[in-house]
């Protein structure tokens, strides 16, 4: 018996082993060699004198740093909570008994957005809110709306449009999570809170949000750790303008790495952001696990 399964395991690492290689090649090797990179004046083609902790201290006396960081936090805060919100609202639209083909209609283009790729969506978003021959000016204009309104050029309203644009294009994927705990709540809790005479709003309130509490806590950490890594849809809206009032702390580590070619600091501010995460996961998780949502 113990030749058999010890075989098992052998034929078993060996289906595993391919996937082990990349792995490492790919993921776990990256992340030692970033670390090194950012102890080192590190250009794009080759390995600079010793730096130390220099590429961490210049980070404290960098505002483009600071303002990148503050850029990242507040599309943090500015999205998380439509994110969530949103997608609750659309998923229990999408749970009430309207007939097979209407929620296959409901979910399917609720979903349909997260499907494209950032340039697609950004494409869009840039025909759309452009200056007098853009969509949103012109329906603006149909009901009485006079002048144009540059989305992109002011900063409010540049925010304004990220926001909306990658609440419509990712909202899909909380949708899904939370409809899918929506569909995992038996029937007969609420049954049994018809049968006390409980109205809907009763029945929203005391059974289906006490039964949503997990998958929001899951959902709530994945969106904050994904809404920090924004970048590519700022870049193709914005570039990070005007000015660099949308530049997210991403698109500051790109230009620092690729177009001063400076990676070694570039690397530095990497793991900044990464910790960051990181504490950030463990508070999450660990408060979590004790029954509370921050």
């Known amino acids: 018996m113990k030749n058999q399964a010890l075989r098992n395991d052998m034929i078993a690492g060996m289906f595993l082993l391919p996937f082990f290689l990349i792995y490492v090649v790919f993921t776990i090797f990256p992340i030692?060699?970033?670390?090194?990179?950012?102890?080192?004046?590190?250009?794009?083609?080759?390995?600079?004198?010793?730096?130390?902790?220099?590429?961490?201290?210049?980070?404290?006396?960098?505002?483009?740093?600071?303002?990148?960081?503050?850029?990242?936090?507040?599309?943090?805060?500015?999205?998380t909570p439509g994110m969530i919100?949103?997608?609750?609202?659309?998923?229990?639209?999408?749970?009430?008994?309207?007939?097979?083909?209407?929620?296959?209609?409901?979910?399917?283009?609720?979903?349909i957005p997260s499907i494209l790729s950032v340039s697609v969506i950004s494409y869009i978003a840039i025909f759309m809110l452009q200056p007098y021959s853009g969509i949103v000016n012109n329906l603006l204009n149909s009901v009485g709306f006079e002048g144009q309104v540059y989305w992109l050029a002011n900063p409010v309203l540049a925010w304004v449009s990220i926001v909306g644009v990658t609440l419509w294009w990712t909202v899909g994927f909380n949708f899904i999570l939370f409809l899918t705990s929506l569909q995992d709540i038996p029937d007969s809790y609420y049954e049994a809170a018809e049968i006390d005479g409980a109205t809907r709003w009763q029945m929203f309130k005391d059974v289906t949000l006490p039964q949503l509490i997990p998958i929001s806590r899951v959902i709530f950490l994945l969106q904050v750790l994904a809404s920090f890594k924004v970048f590519a849809q700022i870049l193709l809206i914005t570039d990070g303008g005007p000015g660099t009032s949308t530049r997210p702390l991403i698109q500051y580590i790109y230009e620092m790495?690729?177009?001063?070619?400076?990676l070694g600091y570039a690397a530095a501010m990497s793991y900044v952001l990464f910790f960051i995460?990181?504490?950030?996961?463990?508070?999450?998780?660990?408060?979590?696990g004790q029954g509370r949502m921050i």
């Open 32 to 79: 030692f060699k970033g670390l090194q990179m950012s102890f080192f004046n590190w250009s794009l083609i080759e390995q600079g004198e010793f730096a130390g902790f220099s590429q961490y201290t210049a980070l404290f006396t960098d505002p483009d740093f600071w303002q990148s960081l503050w850029n990242t936090t507040l599309f943090v805060i500015l999205s």
């Open 85 to 111: 919100l949103l997608a609750l609202v659309l998923a229990l639209l999408a749970n009430i008994n309207v007939g097979p083909k209407m929620r296959t209609f409901l979910r399917g283009s609720y979903f």
């Open 257 to 262: 790495g690729f177009e001063q070619y400076d």
């Open 277 to 288: 995460l990181l504490i950030f996961s463990v508070i999450q998780i660990r408060s979590g």
